[in-house]
């Protein structure tokens, strides 16, 4: 039989003591993350850009964020998520594919996001809505610049 000292016996009480508390603390911030994870989403507020951008230079903007965002870090999947949550109309189902895919919600419009491994996702306001300064297509016609159309065809033609 193998008798145990006073001091070994508190070594062993202080050892469980402190597997609890790192278990208790671990479901702690477990269960903060399913609460930040729960946050209603809804679209940011209205926003200015800097210079007025028409539709095509903001979709090539988001087009260029979303092919360079993964090589900064975090997992693909879950960048691939956050663009099919941004890019829907219905808030219903982008809030159904950020809670698919286990992301947690800093901010309730995206901007700022984790996955379930800690790391950080930050989405611009041009990703998720259109500034409130955008040049419409048909107002772009008639107060820009066109560009000239060049009949390809007709130049071969003629040279």
């Known amino acids: 039989m193998e008798v145990f000292k006073s001091d070994q016996i508190s070594t062993v009480s202080s050892f469980h003591s402190t597997e609890i508390l790192k278990k208790e603390q671990k479901l702690d911030r477990f269960e903060s993350a399913k609460c930040r994870r729960r ?61 698919g ?28 809505r259109e500034p409130s300064n955008l040049i419409e297509q048909d107002v772009e016609m008639g107060t820009q610049n066109p560009q000239p159309v060049v009949d390809h065809h007709s130049t071969a033609l003629q040279s």
């Not at 095509?56 to 964020?65: C, I, S, T």
Request: hydrophobic share 35%; with cysteine.
């Open 39 to 99: 946050k209603r989403i809804h679209k940011p507020p209205p926003w200015e850009h800097p210079v007025r951008i028409t539709r095509p230079e903001l979709q090539h903007m988001r087009e260029e964020f979303w092919d360079t965002a993964p090589h900064y870090g975090g997992s693909k999947a879950i960048w691939d998520a956050l663009r099919a949550a941004a890019e829907t109309e219905d808030l219903m189902h982008a809030q159904a594919i950020i809670e």
């Open 101 to 128: 895919a286990g992301i947690i919600v800093e901010n309730n419009d995206l901007t700022v996001c984790y996955d379930e491994k800690g790391e950080m996702y930050e989405l611009p306001n041009y990703v998720l």
